[in-house]
């Protein structure tokens, strides 16, 4: 696992990583758009390996959380019966039942960063009010991601806007996810978690921002 004597460099890299999506994703997307499942992976590789303690038995979770999430991504895609109508872009990768397969991997890193925010940073540890500030926390997320989703091609609303029942689906798939993996992914601390939960949200919101103005 990566010392913690790198927090800082890891800190700017991420910085710079996320800075440099932003802007490109908002004004070359056609030499950017392709580069976003790598990104997904590479993020995800090094913040998994700031873990403390870690454990192969994470690992299994991890594929357990991001399988589940996926499957339940291809249930409501085919159906809309979960978040509504609505299909993926190109920009997340390669698709299975027309869901991305690194969607699964997304949906991980969603909850693991906030349960580790919640119980690390917030310090709190009753189970029940871990997930629910968890899956709130996804969900106020995800209306900052609904705002720019369409416009990079992750996904869009067969409406053009993401119903009540989307964010219903993120709450309540977000509780359910939160509450089969927090045990294992908050058994130890993970000194970049915190920083990357703000990051996605500064991602997005500078996203929003800049793709606007292309």
Do not use: H
């Not at 800075?19 to 908002?26: F, H, P, T, W, Y």
């Not at 969603?110 to 926390?137: D, G, H, R």
Request: glycine content about 6%; charged content about 10%; proline content about 4%.
């Amino acid at each position: 696992m990566i010392a913690e004597k790198w927090r800082p460099y890891i800190y700017v890299y991420f910085f710079l990583v996320y800075l440099a999506g932003a802007i490109g994703l908002s004004f070359f997307s056609e030499l950017f758009y392709p580069l976003t499942p790598f990104n997904l992976i590479s993020s995800a590789i090094l913040v998994i390996l700031c873990q403390k303690g870690f454990e192969a038995k994470m690992l299994l979770y991890i594929f357990a959380i991001g399988s589940l999430a996926w499957f339940i991504e291809g249930v409501g895609v085919s159906t809309g019966l979960i978040f509504g109508e609505y299909t993926y872009g190109d920009t997340l990768g390669w698709k299975v039942w027309d869901v991305p397969v690194l969607i699964g991997l997304n949906w991980v890193m969603l909850v693991y960063n906030a349960q580790q925010f919640m119980v690390f940073y917030v310090q709190e540890t009753k189970p029940i009010i871990v997930n629910t500030l968890v899956a709130t926390s996804l969900v106020m997320l995800d209306i900052l991601m609904e705002l720019v989703a369409p416009v990079v091609d992750f996904w869009s609303f067969t409406d053009g806007y993401a119903p009540l029942q989307n964010f219903i689906g993120w709450w309540v798939v977000g509780f359910i996810l939160s509450s089969i993996s927090l045990k294992s992914f908050t058994k130890y601390p993970n000194y970049i978690s915190s920083y990357f939960f703000f990051l996605q949200w500064l991602f997005f919101a500078a996203l929003t921002i800049l793709s606007r103005l292309d």
